[in-house]
T-cell receptor
Framework: AQSVTQLGSHVSVSEGALVLLRCNYS??????LFWYVQYPNQGLQLLLK??????LVKGINGFEAEFKKSETSFHLTKPSAHMSDAAEYFC??????????????FGTGTRLTIIP | DAGITQSPRHKVTETGTPVTLRCHQT?????MYWYRQDPGHGLRLIHY???????DKGEVSDGYSVSRSKTEDFLLTLESATSSQTSVYFC?????????????FGSGTRLTVV
């Protein structure tokens, strides 16, 4: 079964510093991979997704992620952190169910704190 | 989020009582999902639907039931609420297009069982 592991439940970076959030996946077939962001008391917002078109995926708010099959990784990065990036981030993988359906399996999340 | 509404947004209920949460969509999407979010667990799938009257269990379905009598509504029922079901519940919808493009999440329902 497909799954994702997020390394580090809490990450703190200084404003202006590089953001790196780690995600490793387990999948028996080429996966679809996602990063979602959740701001306090809100739902999930899609940051970016990998669907095999390109290994380097650019998303919203300056985030990007690189799919590395050899490392089974899909780490999220941003060159320069802003205070507004403080949120919880979830990596997710999708896999097929029945009747053309599929589901998302989420990692346990990484809470990003930005230090002024 | 546009096109998907959860109600109520907040609810406090007593142990042993039944509770129904509603997810309503205006996108005419085929697929609908109920997740619960708990610290340290991320989001876990409770039930999902792939059409009217077509539903199936997710990974944490014990103590929950669902119904979908029309495309736009997906109801989640806690048959007899327990404190372990205190959580934030999210509904999601997805269209039938390819490449897993179109998941949209609702704003969540915060349920407290006392």
């Amino acid at each position: 079964a497909q799954s994702v592991t997020q390394l580090g439940s809490h990450v703190s970076v200084s404003e202006g510093a590089l953001v790196l959030l780690r995600c490793n996946y387990s999948s028996s077939v080429p996966p679809y991979l996602f990063w979602y962001v959740q701001y306090p008391n809100q739902g999930l917002q899609l940051l970016l997704k990998y669907t095999s078109a390109a290994t380097l995926v650019k998303g919203i708010n300056g985030f990007e992620a690189e799919f590395k099959k050899s490392e089974t990784s899909f780490h999220l990065t941003k060159p320069s952190a802003h205070m507004s990036d403080a949120a919880e981030y979830f990596c997710a993988v999708s896999y097929a169910l029945n009747f053309g359906n599929e589901k998302l399996t989420f990692g346990t999340g990484t809470r990003l704190t930005i230090i002024p | 989020d546009a096109g998907i509404t959860q109600s109520p947004r907040h609810k406090v209920t007593e142990t042993g009582t039944p509770v129904t949460l509603r997810c309503h969509q205006t996108e005419n999407h085929r697929y609908m999902y109920w997740y619960r979010q708990d610290p340290g667990h991320g989001l876990r799938l409770i039930h999902y639907s792939y059409g009217v009257k077509d539903t199936d269990k997710g990974e944490v379905s014990d103590g929950y039931s669902v119904s979908r009598s029309k495309t736009e509504d997906f109801l989640l029922t806690l048959e007899s609420a327990t404190s372990s079901q205190t959580s934030v519940y999210f509904c999601a919808i997805r269209g039938s297009g390819g490449d897993s493009n179109g998941y949209t999440f609702g704003s969540g329902t915060r349920l407290t069982v006392v």
